[in-house]
């Protein structure tokens, strides 16, 4: 069995990334200051642009890619044995790096699970991928790939988690956590509106910090999380928040602001 994986408490999302040739210096400088300042996980997808982000991620590597965990995802419609294998090649190229640290199927599609699992083991021992996990599974996905041979290697799940989405708290959370699979935590500010939320704001100026600080922070209590940022004021405040602890007070005021689940949720999906 390998062994449960540690990853950092924050790193960097790529999303929106590399669509538009006119923001790629600035979106490579947000990477490459992420990395200078400790940020050592990028997430990333085949998706995110056609390729167009993991060119972006593969520019920010360049002569430093031992600095960084890089994550990165394929389609469902890349699942099969007969599509997974190039699909990989194509990332790895595009990323300009000989192995990707974490390789996640980005959603389930109609593939038998089985058939993925075994095309993954078999990268793994290719070499092509140092582990491999799953996002937007919801715990009945979890128990069904857990079932198929190799399934219990599945090292993460990246899912939906911040502040105003606490689903996976009912039951995703322990459910990973007993069987050491790690979590990663995506749109931490819930794409943005976080950031500029009047009430969290006004305890994060209590605090000391900005919204979108608190919301990583809290995040990243049981996850990865992977914010993105596209400037380098925001890539600061995201590893600032990396060093924030949350006392038990604050956390009962988040409580208040945005209540936990009191019963089981459907896994919510981007
Ligand atoms: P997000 O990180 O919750 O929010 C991104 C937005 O917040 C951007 O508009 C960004 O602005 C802004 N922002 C970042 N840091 C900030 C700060 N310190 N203060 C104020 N605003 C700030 O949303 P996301 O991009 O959807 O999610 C993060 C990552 O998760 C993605 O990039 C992707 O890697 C991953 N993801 C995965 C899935 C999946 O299905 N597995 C789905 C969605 C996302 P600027 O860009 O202007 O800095």
Request: charged fraction near 25%; proline fraction near 6%; aromatic fraction near 6%.
């Amino acid at each position: 069995m390998p062994a449960p994986l540690a990853l950092p408490r924050v790193g960097m999302g790529t999303w929106h990334m590399g669509e538009s040739r006119g923001r790629r210096a600035e979106e490579v400088a947000a990477l490459t200051l992420g990395l200078d300042l400790g940020l050592g996980l990028i997430d990333t997808a085949e998706m995110y642009g056609e390729g167009g982000a993991e060119e972006v991620v593969g520019a920010a590597l360049r002569g430093r890619r031992d600095e960084a965990f890089v994550v990165s995802k394929f389609y469902p419609h890349h699942a099969s044995r007969a599509q997974l294998f190039a699909a990989c090649e194509a990332s790895l190229a595009r990323l300009g790096i000989d192995t990707i640290d974490l390789y996640l199927y980005h959603w389930r599609g109609g593939v038998p699970l089985a058939q993925t699992v075994a095309a993954l083991e078999e990268l793994v021992a290719a070499g092509r991928i140092r582990r491999w996990g799953v996002s937007n599974f919801d715990v009945d996905d979890l128990e069904e790939l857990v079932s198929v041979p190799g399934g219990t290697h599945v090292a993460a799940n990246q899912v939906l988690y911040n502040l105003a989405r606490r689903g996976i708290e009912f039951d995703l959370v322990p459910w990973c956590r007993e069987r050491g699979i790690a979590l990663m935590a995506y749109s931490p500010l819930d794409e943005g509106p976080l950031a500029h939320h009047p009430k969290l704001a006004a305890l994060a100026r209590e605090v000391g910090v900005t919204p979108a600080q608190l919301a990583i922070a809290w995040a990243s209590r049981h996850a990865c999380a992977i914010p993105k940022a596209s400037t380098p004021e925001h890539v600061r405040a995201n590893r600032a928040a990396l060093d924030l602890k949350l006392d038990a007070q604050v956390l009962a005021k988040l409580d208040r602001l945005f209540p936990p689940p009191r019963a089981k949720q459907r896994l919510e999906v981007i």
